[in-house]
């Protein structure tokens, strides 16, 4: 099981609103990562995670939080996002913290969320 | 500051031939890179992975080869397919030695689409 799921697939929120991203591996992966893509950009990392405590935060703004709940799950908590934040959200997980050693990071699906 | 470029957007190739997909970086603590095929609404997917301490990798149809010395690395697709048909996208990584923020980061280049037509 090389998987990396992430829910919902689609996420349409107001500028108002309280919404969670989630994201599961089951392949006894130590780090985790969330990512955001643009239209026809490269993924920027947002948020690393090693041994469920937060090892990079990328800059970025409050609204966006992270949670590692345990070793498997990794959740990206949304609040009073503005239409810019609109883009294609990945998690990524790798076997150790990269940077340590030969190990690739395996991506989800992502969800593709939409600011209105 | 574009660490990780890939300066051809997009490549044309016919099925059979050869796909070379080029990359190159400018932070010489990077030591471990990767290349991504990504479809549209998907996430990235890992093909594969060089350490800068070889010079080639290789993994059924696909190769990559790093010059460390030019800091470029290249993906070589043989023989394309039209399932190959993807954007691709190379990645670094910085080591220990990087400090920073660059330890346990990917940095991507920009990707380049690949179109293999039959």
């Known amino acids: 099981d090389t998987e990396v799921t992430q829910t919902p697939k689609h996420l349409v929120m107001g500028m108002t609103n309280k919404k969670s991203l989630k994201c599961e591996q089951h392949m006894g992966h130590r780090a985790m990562y969330w990512y955001k893509q643009k239209a026809k950009k490269p993924p920027e990392l947002m948020f690393v995670y090693s041994y469920e405590k937060l090892s990079i935060n990328e800059s970025v703004p409050s609204r966006f939080s992270p949670e590692c709940p345990n070793s498997s799950l990794l959740n990206l908590h949304l609040h009073a996002l503005q239409p810019e934040d609109s883009a294609l959200y990945l998690c990524?997980?790798?076997?150790?913290?990269?940077?340590?050693?030969?190990?690739?990071?395996?991506f989800g699906q992502g969800t593709r969320l939409t600011v209105v | 500051d574009q660490q990780v470029k890939q300066n051809s957007p997009s490549l044309s190739v016919q099925e059979g031939r050869i796909s070379i997909l080029n990359c190159d970086y400018t932070n010489s603590m990077f030591d471990y890179f990767l290349w991504y095929k990504k479809y549209p609404a998907e996430g990235p997917t890992f093909l594969i992975s060089i350490s800068s301490i070889k010079d080639k990798n290789e993994d059924g149809r696909f190769t990559v080869f790093l010059n460390k010395s030019a800091k470029h690395l290249s993906l070589h697709i043989v023989p394309s397919q039209p399932g190959d048909s993807a954007v691709y996208f190379c990645a670094a990584r910085g080591g220990r030695g990087a400090g920073g923020t660059s330890y346990g980061k990917l940095t991507f280049g920009q990707g380049t689409i690949l179109t293999v037509h039959p």
């Open positions: 990524a997980s790798s076997r150790i913290l990269i940077g340590t050693g030969d190990t690739e990071a395996f």
